[in-house]
């Protein structure tokens, strides 16, 4: 696992160290290899002094042969590396310092790094975890070419996800010219640099053995992206809109996407020259780290189906609901919401504008405003389904424009048995009951209890659900055990202290209106908690769900 920034001050170094201690604690053997250019640091990181040993110690050696012949001496250089690594003193885990900023060490070229992490594959371990450092120097692009697993880290800053996506897009430069190497490529390159690798796979579409070459060459690698200091969930959309623009120009999916909250006990322990993850060991970034690893490995096991084939079709094949990252029951309120994250970094100053020429961007916003225009309405969404079905991309039953129908007939049905006023009867508000009264200074949530109370009548009764071992909690799951046990939505707020509007939303598995995944999870525990279920096996079994959701709208 390599990890580059694009911009300096990201928390690049903090968190390559900190990963790096949480998977030796796993019981996993991990070298923590430092090819930043700027310095080596990553040793004060990890609350070790800068060791004897270090990069330095290779800079005289010429570039490793690769042929299959000098398959010895190639070995004998990985010897050497293996040679650098020096104890950390936490169990399971050792460091290779970086080249010391020293005018004695003898200067290294920008090949060094990718030449280095060619040799981490037959390091004696089970992961290296490399911290190529920050910026755009041609050190850390050349590195960033050379990695097949590239964890990309950045802030919500404007500035940082420019640099990022401009640090990616010559990592995928590199892809190219590596993939296509013994022809000319000085019109892909323009046609790279205006329209992304997209226009470039649809300009070689034609040519089959080339085009298969470079999709060989991108199922061969993969990125994740790390959202670290966070401080609001609009700066959570963030991801989103670096996700829409890796997706629509440069063909890429991004996966895990972890995004870590903004944490004082960072700053300090940088500051301190602190472990992280020793000194503060309850802070928000540990916890993060703990998710990158599970979603890490979660999307590192293989996939039944074969990768690529849609993901390279031009955005001009793109149905609406792709264009817009949404699900195809979606409400109006979701399709609007993720019209403005999807919009936003395309339009005039957006960052979109880093990887692609304004007159390519202006082609995207217009599909995204198309679709927009499109799914809003409920009359041109029905249309729109409906061509859809016939042409057999979708299922009736998945869309929602369509099943809404029916849903409508069901409800004007249930207010006029339950819920409507019948002709004749009073206006009148019926005088309050004390003791159904809500306590003096109790917050109102969303709607009466009265109100809540007709729709839980209203709901059908519930069939019979499987048993403990064989259930799988989603929303749908959840609700229909909390009326199982006669509880109300306002009681389980009491009880959880989780506002009505944020329960109805996991019940409904609206992901768009809950919180990040950390309060996220913590709401699930309470919950299960409540209702007397498992709550490890109801937090990992709704966190799939959400978590798919979250692919899916990068």
């Not at 690698?221 to 440069?250: C, D, F, K, P």
């Not at 195809?328 to 020429?357: K, L």
């Not at 009265?450 to 749908?476: C, I």
């Amino acid at each position: 696992m390599a990890l580059a920034g694009g911009k300096g001050g990201v928390g690049t170094t903090l968190l390559a160290a900190n990963l790096a201690i949480h998977l030796a604690r796993q019981g996993r053997e991990v070298i923590l290899l430092d090819l930043a250019p700027s310095g080596p640091s990553a040793h004060a990181h990890i609350g070790v002094p800068f060791p004897q040993r270090h990069l330095g110690e290779l800079l005289p050696e010429s570039t490793p042969p690769r042929d299959d012949k000098s398959r010895r001496r190639r070995r004998q250089s990985a010897s050497a590396l293996a040679k650098l690594c020096v104890a950390s003193g936490i169990p399971n885990l050792t460091i290779i310092a970086g080249v010391p900023d020293d005018p004695s060490c003898p200067p290294r070229d920008d090949t060094f790094g990718a030449r280095i992490l060619g040799l981490a594959p037959e390091l004696p371990c089970d992961i290296v975890i490399a911290d190529l450092g920050s910026g755009h120097s041609r050190g850390v692009r050349m590195s960033c070419r050379a990695a097949t697993s590239l964890l990309m880290v950045t802030t919500p800053e404007p500035q940082a996800l420019r640099g990022l996506l401009r640090l990616h897009a010559n990592a995928l430069h590199g892809v190219m010219e590596e993939a296509l190497s013994g022809i000319d490529t000085t019109e892909l390159t323009a046609l790279f640099t205006s329209l992304g690798l997209r226009g470039v796979l649809e300009a070689i579409h034609d040519r089959s053995r080339l085009h298969q070459r470079l999709l060989d060459a991108l199922e061969r690698r993969r990125y994740g992206l790390i959202l670290n200091q966070v401080r609001t969930q609009a700066e959570v959309e963030a991801a989103t809109r670096i996700g829409a623009v890796l997706s629509m120009v440069q063909a890429v999916v991004v996966d895990p996407v972890v995004s870590l909250e903004y944490d004082l006990s960072a700053v300090q322990a940088t500051g301190e020259g602190k472990v992280l993850s020793q000194s503060y060991p309850n802070a928000a970034v540990v916890r993060g780290l703990e998710r990158l690893i599970t979603a890490f490995t979660i999307s590192s096991k293989p996939s039944r189906k074969p990768r690529g084939g849609n993901r390279y079709a031009p955005v001009s094949t793109w149905h609406h609901y792709r264009i817009l990252a949404l699900d195809p029951r979606s409400s109006p309120r979701e399709v609007q919401r993720h019209y403005q994250w999807i919009r936003a970094p395309f339009q005039a100053g957006g960052e979109a504008e880093a990887v692609a020429t304004r007159t390519h961007l202006d082609t995207v916003l217009a599909r995204v405003e198309a679709a927009y225009r499109t799914l809003l309405f409920l009359e041109n969404r029905r249309e729109y389904d409906q061509e859809l079905v016939r042409a057999g991309i979708m299922e009736r039953s998945s869309l929602r424009a369509l099943a809404q129908d029916v849903h409508d007939e069901v409800s004007a049905l249930s207010n006029h048995t339950d819920g409507g006023q019948r002709a004749g009867e009073s206006t009148a508000p019926a005088a309050a009951d004390p003791s159904t009264s809500p306590p003096a200074g109790k917050k109102s949530y969303a709607g009466t209890t009265a109100n809540r109370a007709q729709k839980e009548v209203a709901t059908p009764p519930d069939e019979d659900l499987p048993s403990p071992a064989d259930r799988h909690y989603n929303g749908t799951t959840l609700g229909r055990l909390r009326r199982r046990r006669r509880m109300d939505l306002d009681r389980i707020a009491e009880i959880t202290k989780i506002r009505v509007p944020q329960i109805e939303s996991m019940e409904t598995d609206d992901y768009s209106s809950l919180p990040v995944p950390v309060f996220l999870r913590g709401f699930l525990r309470a919950y299960a908690i409540c209702l007397d279920l498992d709550p490890d096996k109801v937090v990992n079994d709704y966190m799939e769900g959400y978590d798919a959701w979250a692919r899916m709208r990068l």
